[in-house]
């Protein structure tokens, strides 16, 4: 999310990664969001560090293959979102220029027990995926408007290798901070990119290519699928998980 460039609200190419197998699912997950890295107004480097965070000690699989990393947008740049910490009106509303979270795919006997991970939300940490939709994201709740989400889905094993940001978007004519920025270096794509956040925050509706095709494509594209509303549930649900 660009804090500085808040819209209207309250307030390295790398090897294609398989869809993952199905070995004992990592423990349980940890309830305490303060044990993560969060800078504010950083979100897709929050949620870079806490992919890493999640493998490291235990919650995902040690490759992440568990993991996908969301980006969400659209044409227009303004994706209203509930529950958000940052919001100053009812219901935590803001409409952000982008946000990004992280979905860990679960699987039990059939039963999807997905997961988000959303470190600037107030709703429960995780949140199961189903209250996630329903409360933070209600899909379809501005129908076909400037206001209908994009979700930009990575896995999290290509985005780690491939995401690069040299936080120029948060700064202004300048080159003074429009927000301070983390405290540990910019980081970068495992070819030596330096820079190509806007390749994943940049989506349209023609992006959106059919779901049997992107629940393939999702493993070997480095910068992911894109997804709208209407089918972000069944995409999830397509998807395999790391089984108990």
């Known amino acids: 999310m660009d804090g500085g460039r808040r819209a209207a609200a309250g307030g390295a190419d790398s090897s294609p990664v398989a869809a993952p197998p199905h070995p004992a699912a990592p423990r349980n997950t940890p309830a305490d969001v303060s044990s993560f890295i969060h800078t504010p107004f950083y979100c897709e480097e929050n949620i870079y560090m806490l992919c890493k965070e999640l493998t490291r000690v235990g919650v995902a699989d040690p490759m992440g293959s568990d993991l996908y990393v969301v980006f969400i947008s659209n044409e227009e740049k303004k994706i209203p979102l509930w ?67 994009l979700f930009r889905v990575v896995h999290a094993p290509l985005f780690l290798q491939s995401f690069a940001s040299d936080r120029s978007h948060m700064k202004n004519p300048a080159g003074n901070w429009i927000q301070l920025p983390p405290n540990y270096d910019p980081i970068m794509a495992a070819d030596g990119t330096a820079n190509n956040l806007n390749e994943y925050i940049a989506m349209s509706v023609e992006d959106v290519a059919n779901l049997e095709s992107m629940v393939n494509d999702v493993y070997s594209n480095k910068h992911g699928v894109v997804v709208n509303e209407s089918i972000l549930t069944r995409f999830f649900s397509q998807l395999p998980g790391l089984h108990p």
Not at 86 to 110: L, M, P, T
Not at 121 to 145: E, H, K, M, T, W
């Open 83 to 149: 529950h958000q910490k940052a919001s100053n009106s009812d219901e935590g509303f803001i409409c952000w220029d982008y946000h990004v979270i992280c979905i860990q795919v679960k699987r039990n006997k059939g039963e999807i027990l997905d997961l988000v991970w959303d470190l600037d939300s107030d709703l429960p940490f995780p949140s199961p995926f189903n209250q996630y939709v329903s409360d933070a994201i209600r899909p379809l709740a501005f129908g076909d408007s400037i206001y209908r989400r």
